[in-house]
DNA sequence: TTGTATGCGTTATCAC
DNA sequence: GTGATAACGCATACAA
């Protein structure tokens, strides 16, 4: 049996404290300036002496404001929790609201709760939204956007009119360097596992890949697809193999793809990073300590994280000039797998 | 520029287009037995065609409940996140609580916002919240308890006056097994690395690894204590090894420490399994890609997370028979460590 | 600068 | 079973 709670003071009590209106007490809270200096001591010590905390639900009631963001995350995501990639962006989100007054609702939809996510939107629950989806097709929140500020993770897959605003990681660029460092490294055959046709963060690296490759005059055709899962990067190296031309320098899409292709090359004989580099994306907490060591590609997601949660408060206090996009750096982590 | 969120259609509006008073429709609203089928059908109805969601401050403020409870995590913690321990208790909580009618706010403490978390908590934001920290002298909460159900992850340090529930994975079983897997394999002298004296899991594990030595009436003196990070674990494989004693067999109070003290014992020329066999604790990801790869004990989190959430609700709603302490099974994974 | 009065959307206590 | 009506704790035009 726990005790229950006493009734907490209110900011009546807090008034007639100190001897003034309820509305005087009010403006002390909110911090207003017109309010004399020895009213606002005497107040500031009635609410010290009294413990007195504002009740949240009275106040969102009355300003019609909630103070409190949600943060959506699709539960096939959450399963995958343990995907770095996630667990920072959380981090992120929830270490910089920290330093606000916005508080963070942890959403975690699952298939069957689309539309109980709706409503918690929508039912004026939160003033804004942190979003981190990725696949296409997630109609989830369609038409939310219309009433709710919006921030996603990640590039939609679709343009969305103008009113999603978005923090991405510079998935082009990301993929780009990776591949440059590969031919830096002398690799002058360069194949590519490529993510899933339908996110962005996949097509993006692949348009690195061939860039880098078109800058430099070379074959840009060894491409194969995965899900991102180490099987499918098994899979796709074979298919890559398979082929017959000769492959030198691999980049896959995610680190653990390319662990994934690990196996399969030496299975082939071919030692990395001697016969075949590798370079993979994510930073993946396993890319350090695979062996070889996994040179990758690291976006910065915590950075990510907070900056969504910046952005989306500046989008609920009405600021006019929040870019729709916003791209992070990537930064390239060489290690033994590329010859560093 | 986004467009701002039409007025939401409140319970008068439904009330209107019901023709019934608002008391009826919260009625229905609330599941209330008390009201004819047909009135039931055309709430329900009007309810469809506008939309209607409940707003939650307004019903938080009348019903003096918030249908929301907190998670407490601390930062330093959070900056571990990474820690699959507890990206998947949170995962466990949200997911649990994506069943009920609960919201989730994950409050992340730092050491200068003590003050604020306190404040959520006792300013009637949240029902009441689960707490994942494991460090003593955690004054944080102190006193809160009182005003507030709070559940623990892990066993707290010192007891609480009977009001404080927690959720534990089995840590002295967990322990006991680790090294009872070390003696079916044939070792004879077995050390232990153990986690740091101020945290109830490590100093559980290690009563474990005592009462395995001690049922096989073997000797338990090789003890040295680390801080759970791999460095700390290589240093104290050092200490074990610098005594001079035979040594065929480690048990590491986590995953982490097991693998630093790979690398020590590698330096020694000591082969894992044949010279040492290994095992850790936590079934970190890195225990399965290690090479060899690490035997450990996994502890059910995300599983230990929903039963947190699960206890927390049954308090909040007033049940008197839950159980001060509840502890969850552990499982030993046999991997190469051990010559599996 | 400060106080007064009203409203925010629900729940809950009554009568009917 | 259903409908008025008074809280719930605070913010905010408006008056002073």
Chains 1, 2 share one sequence.
């Not at 959380?90 to 609702?105: E, K």
């Not at 398979?242 to 299975?267: H, P, S, T, W």
Request: hydrophobic letters at 45%; a negative charge.
């Amino acid at each position: 049996m726990t005790s229950r709670r006493s009734s907490a003071p209110t900011l009546e009590a807090v008034a007639e404290r100190a001897g003034v209106s309820r509305a005087t007490v009010s403006r002390v809270v909110n911090g207003s300036p017109k309010v004399t200096s020895e009213v606002l001591a005497s107040v500031n010590a009635a609410i010290e002496e009294l413990g007195y905390v504002p009740n949240r639900a009275a106040r969102s009631l009355a300003s019609r404001r909630t103070q409190a963001i949600a943060l959506v995350v699709p539960e096939e995501t959450a399963k995958v929790f343990d995907e770095p990639y996630f667990a920072n962006i959380v981090q992120g989100v929830a270490l910089h609201l920290a330093s606000t007054d916005y508080a963070l609702s942890l959403l975690i939809t699952s298939a069957g709760s689309v539309q109980k996510t709706r409503r918690y939107l929508l039912g004026g629950n939160v003033d804004g939204a942190v979003v981190v989806s990725h696949h296409e097709g997630d109609h989830l929140l369609d038409g939310v956007a219309a009433h709710l500020p919006l921030v996603f993770g990640g590039r939609p897959f679709r343009p969305t009119g103008g009113l999603t605003h978005y923090v991405d990681a510079d998935n082009v660029g990301g993929g780009r360097q990776a591949v440059k460092h590969l031919i830096d490294q002398g690799c002058t055959n360069i194949a590519t596992i490529a993510g899933p046709a339908d996110m962005t963060a996949g097509l993006d690296r692949l348009q690195g890949f061939r860039e880098a490759l078109s800058a430099a005059k070379l074959d840009d055709s060894l491409v194969e697809h995965g899900d991102f899962s180490p099987v499918s990067g098994a899979e796709a190296m074979r298919w890559l193999l398979a082929r017959g031309k000769r492959i030198d320098g691999v980049f896959a899409a995610n680190d653990q793809m390319a662990l994934g292709a690990y196996a399969v090359l030496a299975e082939h004989g071919l030692r990395i990073p001697e016969d075949v580099k590798v370079v993979g994306f994510d930073d993946d907490r396993a890319a350090a300590t695979a062996l070889p060591a996994l040179t990758s590609v690291a976006q910065p997601s915590a950075e990510m994280g907070a900056e969504m949660a910046r952005l989306l408060i500046r989008l609920i206090e009405g600021a006019g000039d929040v870019p729709e996009a916003t791209v992070m750096p990537t930064e390239l982590l060489t290690r033994a797998s590329t010859g560093a």
